[in-house]
């Protein structure tokens, strides 16, 4: 089985039902991740779990297929669904409008902003977003989550467990403006598609 492509659960900022993405390591020479697109550019998404296989050969003429996608969708029903990693962005925007800056808030938000920066630098075609991904404040709870959080639990667990952080400041209002930049942009430049018989 492939390790090198993930399904992303993605609940939508005003959405009703989450949505599937890919993400995937590609094979070039500096192992780009990259979200799995069309050949326009935009965010290839997928109503259903398990029409996704279907949906993306149905839709095979007008995506960006990679190196190992023909693999993967070999090996599509060896998957396990119970190991999704999850974007649920009406929970995490919530929690930052709210200032409820807890550890699991900043992880989410350094996930999204991560996955954001993926997509802007996948194509240059959308170097246009960069200047979303790059708010200042948005790079203040980044930066906050990994010298505060990341690193210090990845060094050392047991330390980190009776550590007192510093606390995190930021602009809150500017902070949420910028989150909700940055949803809108993805969202936008994202097609769902549902299977057709």
Sequence with gaps: MNNDTWILKYW?????????????????????????????????????????????IQNFDAINEFENLKNWLNDFENLDFNELTVYDMPKMYAAVKAQEFEMETLEDLTNFINLFGDYVHQDDSNKYLMPLSYNKHLRKA????????????????????????????????????????????????MIVLNYTL
Excluded: C
């Design 12 to 56: 939508p900022l005003h959405g009703s039902a989450p949505v599937f993405l890919l993400w995937y390591t590609d094979t070039d020479k500096e192992n780009t991740d990259k979200l799995f697109t069309f050949k326009t550019g935009e965010i290839f998404a997928s109503h259903s779990l398990n029409d996704l296989k279907a949906t993306i």
């Design 142 to 189: 980044w930066d906050y989550f990994y010298d505060s959080v990341f690193w210090p639990r990845f060094n050392d667990k047991d330390r980190f467990e009776t550590w007192e952080r510093p606390p995190f400041k930021v602009n809150a209002v500017k902070m949420t403006q910028g989150l909700e930049e940055l949803i809108e942009s993805f969202e936008g430049n």
